[in-house]
């Protein structure tokens, strides 16, 4: 037997073992490193996060990324060698954490990488009958796995497009055997560049798990910041909060057929960006507002399409148990809106379940290696988009 297969099946078989789960968004603000414990598998998954950080990325690195990033004609050399550049800039970063925290690259087990999405392409959006859903994510795992010396999984969406679904979103996979609790219904909702929620029912029973993307979460006002205020994001919420809403531009911002397409369903910078934006104040006759009362209404027009699509599935006067995650839950303008929508609706963050909310993505990934060195496909039933099956693919260091 080959040393590594060998490796590979004794790390399997331990009790518990050392995961690095790892994210890169949409947002493209850094990966996110957390390292994990973890016993058990499918029901029985225990996970504690031992460690988290984000590593930085460099202004010429963010700039590189963009260059690839959801554009529809692109350089195919430069997106050759960004697969290559992104894999190493991820190791040198695990490296370094690891280094920070006081570990031995050889006391981990596995990482989990997600690596880098550059173009999201479900049918629904590309509407080309010949052609299947499609999703890409650069920054290869064998890089990762030879410069880091640690077995790594990765390139996770695509078994899931195989399987039939739309390579996203992953979380429910996660949520489900992080977050469930026998007696209580829960809504598991990520506020990233997209807006995604999974919804755990209370009876435990996986065929009736529900996720989705619902819409932008924080990419079309972190695309508008970059271009127009020179800053990565709307730290605290401050230039939306200085802004009044629009009501007719917003009006037109939530006029696409994406909204009225029935779940599960999944979107990302192809669509919402702000050539979305532009063709909305054109439409609205808004073009001359303030840039504050553009930020303002952007976040209007986040939280509606969030707190439209959990009243489409649990009603009008919605009474959901609502714990959040990602970047979104920092800006107080759009939880603020959010509880105003959903009024009998309650409202926590992963922190209150043990997870560092700002490392809930890079944890799921973590889960999802876990299921596929240790575990085994999750029953969800068959529906549409939800497949039932492990993800990520092997990369051996040597």
Known sequence: MNNQIQNLYLKANKTERLIIGLMSGTSMDGLDIALCRVSGSGAKTNIRVLAFKTGDFTADFRSKIKAVFSKKEVDLQLVCLMNELIADTHAALINAALEEWGYRNEDIDFIASHGQTIFHAPKSLHKMDDYPNGTLQIGDGDHIAVKTGIITLSDFRQKHLAAGGEGAPLAVYGDYLIFSKPGEDRVMLNIGGIANFTYLPGNQNASEIFSTDVGPGNTLMDQLMQQKFNQFYDKDGTVGLSGSLNQNLLDALLKNEFFDAGF??????????????????????????????????????????????????????????????????????????????????????????????????????????????????????????????CMGKISLPE
Do not use: W
Request: charged share 15%.
């Open 264 to 389: 599960p369903k999944t979107t990302g910078p192809e669509l919402f960006n702000l050539n979305y934006l532009v063709a909305a104040q054109k439409t609205s006759a808004t073009e001359n507002i303030s840039l504050e009362d553009v930020m303002a209404t952007l976040c209007h027009f986040s939280a509606a399409t969030i707190a439209n699509a959990i009243r489409k599935c649990f009603g009008a006067g919605a009474k959901a148990q609502v714990f959040m995650s990602g970047g979104g839950m920092h800006n107080p303008l759009l939880v603020k809106l959010l509880k105003e929508a959903l009024p009998q609706s309650l409202f926590a963050t992963t922190a209150d379940l043990g997870i560092n909310p700002d490392a809930k993505e890079a944890v799921l990934f973590a889960v999802l290696a876990n299921e596929s060195i240790c575990g085994g496909p999750i029953n969800f039933g068959d529906r549409k988009g939800v497949p039932s099956v």
